[in-house]
């Protein structure tokens, strides 16, 4: 705590005198010395943060443990921690910072964002592109963007009116399928590939987000943004962001990757082809990675009770289980399956044509949290 | 679409530190199904530069829904260190039809402001209350990382729970200003501490309430687990007049209580006999 607080002292004195020489000439924050002021902010809470969540993850194990909210602060006086606090505020309001040398310029970046949609409406469609088109990029970025239509062939206005190129299966070939064509095109010249579910959108800085990550991790990491206003329960580690699988509601995908790893298994039809993904990416040592930063606003809170959905989630937990040889889980989704189908409907075959991983891969599958597929925070 | 029609969500914002959780609050309300709602974002003392900084990220988020109304920005001027009363009840000046509140590091699930119309349309009242999830975070840089989740209060519901103990935080219940006297839309300017329950009190005592829709969560209360979302640290210095004025917002409601349970109104089904008669006798 101490060393703490005199490194931090040392660095907001910097930063105060710097403010202080700066602020009688504050420029607008839409100027490019504007944005200078914004980095140098964003760059220094950021490390003071850092500093704060080795103390703060010091302490969260013990406050789990108890729902005795002055617990936490065991070991921390009132003093410190008011200290501490204080000390976050006067750093973050270093708004007016100094001129920077501007960044070095990256590499210019071609991202795909691709989009299976099914029988989706115009008002979804337009919202998820506007969200797009609004996104703050960084000048080295460049997006264009692709629909997958799976659903019945009708025109989209939206989708013409954007200039926004439209591939047609004449069937529903299912999500990994789809993804896979739009992604084996677009990594003709493309450096990453955004997938993303059509009724959702873009928080505003979510793309550039998901980008500066992956380029963080050299293009070697499956990154997931996370979902709002609910997340997944799935534990992430709150420092280096490693989770369990992650989501193809919302993910970027490093064309590295794809050369590496290749695609969906396309013997998903829905659902569970993102878990089985991640973890053959996990199986090559390629990490999986949520990006706290990057928002996809996705409403799932009602989706409960739809059981086709059920039905369709089963059939894919019961080939993910045979894949990933979890004898337990292939009989708790056989059993379900029979429940929701009925009698006299036979479930799909298993056979020599499906593929399945070797044994003894359980670090890296986890069926003990059922659909969850990894350990859950609540 | 006319003013009469909007339904306003009133956002207190006083530290412009926290713009990733105003935007994240700020996307919930971008999302409502209901097209009428509108973000009322009062800002205590901000420079022309910070607000001009709030006004462009709330813009920014609702460019994607260009036929919604658009945000308001107030920027509330004055001497007094926490203006929470003065800011809510400026905020509840505004023309509208519906209103409700959320703090800016809170947000709305998308059905929100569709629930708390319905819900006030159905039951005619004036105030309707719905459950809030609780979400234990810690923040780690701009954002929070959830540590569980939880509906709150579940075991309390109805009138004379309320006047127990305020079980309703403010991202749980909406207003139809059209139900609701002019003169009974503030906050007590004189506290800064326990303004929401008094609040409430005050509404529900004289206007219908309407507890039928606590059968489902709308909004979500993050509880920063590291106190800095807590009034006694929410500007990092921990100073023990903070505890005067919980002190004196506890000492209103208590007054306030008092002249509730000696009165008719419509709390008093839910006070006990022995409690009225005590009161009349000091009386």
């Known amino acids: 705590m101490i060393f703490l607080k005199l490194s931090f002292q040392v660095k907001l004195g910097r930063v105060h005198r710097e403010i202080v020489a700066q602020a009688s000439s504050a420029a607008p924050l839409e100027t490019k010395r504007g944005l200078n002021r914004i980095r140098l902010f964003r760059r220094l809470r950021k490390s003071f943060e850092k500093k704060r969540m080795r103390i703060l993850a010091k302490f969260a194990k013990k406050e789990r443990e108890t729902t005795d909210f002055p617990e936490f602060f065991i070991g921390v006086s009132k003093q410190d921690r008011a200290e501490t606090l204080l000390s976050l505020c006067k750093l973050a309001k270093a708004e007016i910072g100094p001129e920077l040398p501007e960044a070095p310029a990256m590499s210019a970046t071609q991202v795909r964002v691709g989009v299976v949609i099914y029988n989706n409406t115009d008002e979804q469609l337009s919202r998820l592109l506007r969200s797009i088109e609004c996104s703050a990029l960084p000048e080295h970025i460049s997006l264009s963007v692709t629909f997958f239509n799976n659903g019945e062939d009708r025109p989209s206005p939206v989708a013409e009116k954007l200039s926004v190129s439209v591939q047609k299966s004449g069937k529903n070939i299912g999500f990994g399928a789809a993804h896979n064509i739009m992604m084996r095109e677009a990594f003709a010249d493309c450096d990453y590939y955004i997938g993303v579910n059509p009724d959702g959108f873009f928080e505003g800085e979510a793309i550039a987000s998901l980008v500066r990550m992956s380029a963080q991790k050299q293009g070697r990491a499956l990154i997931e943004a996370v979902q709002f206003p609910e997340e997944h329960p799935k534990v992430y580690h709150p420092k280096t962001f490693e989770t369990n699988w992650i989501s193809g509601a919302c993910f970027i995908y490093p064309r590295q990757i794809w050369e590496e790893l290749g695609g969906f298994d396309e013997h998903f039809f829905l659902y569970c082809e993102d878990v089985d993904l991640s973890w053959r990416a996990r199986v090559l040592g390629i990490p999986t990675l949520t990006c706290p930063e990057a928002l996809f606003y996705h409403d799932t809170i009602d989706r409960q009770g739809n059981s086709e959905r059920y039905r369709q989630m089963l059939i894919a937990g019961r080939y993910l289980a045979y894949k990933w040889r979890s004898d337990r889980f292939l009989s708790f989704t056989e059993n379900c399956l029979r429940e929701v189908g009925g009698n006299g409907r036979q479930l799909p075959q298993l056979g020599y044509n499906c593929p399945r991983m070797p044994a003894n891969l359980a670090p890296v599958n986890s069926f003990a949290e059922r659909f969850h597929f990894a350990e859950t925070r609540w | ?283």
């Open chain 2, 1 to 283: 679409m006319s003013d009469a029609e909007l339904f306003n969500v009133l956002i207190r914002f006083h530290d412009p530190l926290q713009t990733a959780r105003l935007r994240r609050a700020l996307l919930s309300i971008v999302a409502q199904d209901h097209k009428s709602a509108r973000p009322v974002i009062l800002l205590q003392n901000f420079t022309r530069i910070q607000e001009e900084h709030v006004r462009g990220l709330a813009m920014s988020v609702f460019r994607i829904e260009p036929d919604r109304p658009k945000p308001l920005i107030l920027n509330i001027k004055g001497e007094e260190r926490d203006m929470r009363s003065r800011l809510l009840t400026e905020g509840l000046s505004i023309k509208g039809r519906f209103a409700s509140f959320l703090d800016f590091d809170d947000y709305y699930y998308p059905f929100a402001c569709s629930y708390f119309a319905y819900r006030l349309e159905e039951s005619g009242a004036a105030i309707t209350f719905a459950r809030t999830v609780g979400k234990r975070v810690f923040p780690t840089g701009p954002v929070d990382y959830t540590l569980d989740r939880e509906i709150m209060f579940t075991s309390q519901s109805g009138l004379g729970e309320l006047f127990k103990s305020n079980f309703c935080p403010i991202n749980s219940f909406g207003l139809d200003l059209q139900r609701i006297e002019a003169d009974d839309l503030y906050f007590d300017p004189s506290i800064s501490r326990c303004e929401d329950y008094e609040f409430l009190l005050r509404i529900c005592s004289k206007y219908q309430s309407d507890f039928d829709g606590l059968t489902r969560a709308v909004s979500v209360y993050a509880q920063r687990i590291d106190a800095s979302g807590s009034t006694n640290f929410a500007r990092g210095d921990y100073n023990p007049d903070h505890d005067a004025e919980w002190e004196k917002g506890r000492a209103k409601i208590d007054a306030l209580k008092q002249r509730l349970k000696s009165e008719p109104n419509r709390f008093t089904p839910f006070i006990s006999k022995s409690e009225r008669e005590a009161m009349h006798s000091i009386a």
